[in-house]
């Protein structure tokens, strides 16, 4: 910055003297070469979380009978961001208490689990400094057990909508949806035949960037 200033300073002194002398010929102000600035490469950042998370199952055969199966589950979750558009993230999930099946005409405390495993690719968008939207897409496993029956035990395709907010350059609380089944299965259990199943979560909780 100094030379270019000495330059600009120079010529313009020059330029002065040779009006006033008229006899000198015009100096050309010398090129001055900025060197560019390089980007800095973008460095993967880890991360790591912790979540309540709400999780419904439902279930509805051709004759109109419907299950429901809810938890209140925790969850734990490990990322790597590759860039500032896209994370990869995975996901576990655990019962906090006894997870409960609605019958629709009765209500049963289930002596057992809802577990859910799920991996994402997650394509996010910085809307602010602080506030960030995401989506997720992948794949997940759903399982339901009382005590040693299993209720379920599903896999497949899985995806989710999100934000979060920075409240610091390292914290972030986020919230996002997912849905990580959807399909029709044979032999539910629960009293019904074949049925269209669905499995949601609701998910709040605070990750921690490295």
């Known amino acids: 910055m100094k030379k270019i200033v000495l330059s600009a300073v120079a010529v ?10 008229g006899d000198i010929a015009p100096v050309q102000e010398p090129a001055v070469e900025v060197p560019a600035v390089a980007e800095a490469a973008w460095t993967p950042a880890f991360y790591v979380g912790a979540a309540y998370v709400n999780v419904s199952a439902e279930a509805s055969d ?5 299950a429901e199966i809810t938890s209140d589950n925790y969850a734990l979750a490990a990322g790597v961001v590759l860039n500032k558009y896209l994370a990869i993230e995975g996901r576990y999930s655990n019962s906090l208490s006894d997870p409960e099946l609605d019958l629709g005409n009765a209500t049963v405390e289930l002596d057992g689990d809802v577990e859910v495993f799920a991996i994402f690719a997650k394509p996010m968008y910085a809307v602010t400094d602080q506030f960030i939207v995401y989506g997720l897409l992948g794949y997940a496993t759903f399982t339901a057990d009382d005590a040693d029956d299993n209720l379920a035990d599903e896999d497949g395709f899985a995806w989710g909508l999100g934000a979060a907010y920075a409240v610091t ?8 949806y997912t849905r990580l089944y959807d399909d029709t299965i044979d032999n ?6 074949t049925a269209d199943v669905t499995v949601d979560t609701i ?6 960037v490295f």
């Open 12 to 21: 313009f002194a020059m330029s002065s003297f040779a009006i006033a002398g």
């Open 62 to 66: 051709e004759r109109g009978l419907d």
């Open 169 to 176: 350059a390292n914290v972030l609380v986020f919230a996002d």
């Open 188 to 193: 539910v259990g629960v009293a019904l035949n």
């Open 203 to 208: 998910n709040v909780g605070v990750a921690y």
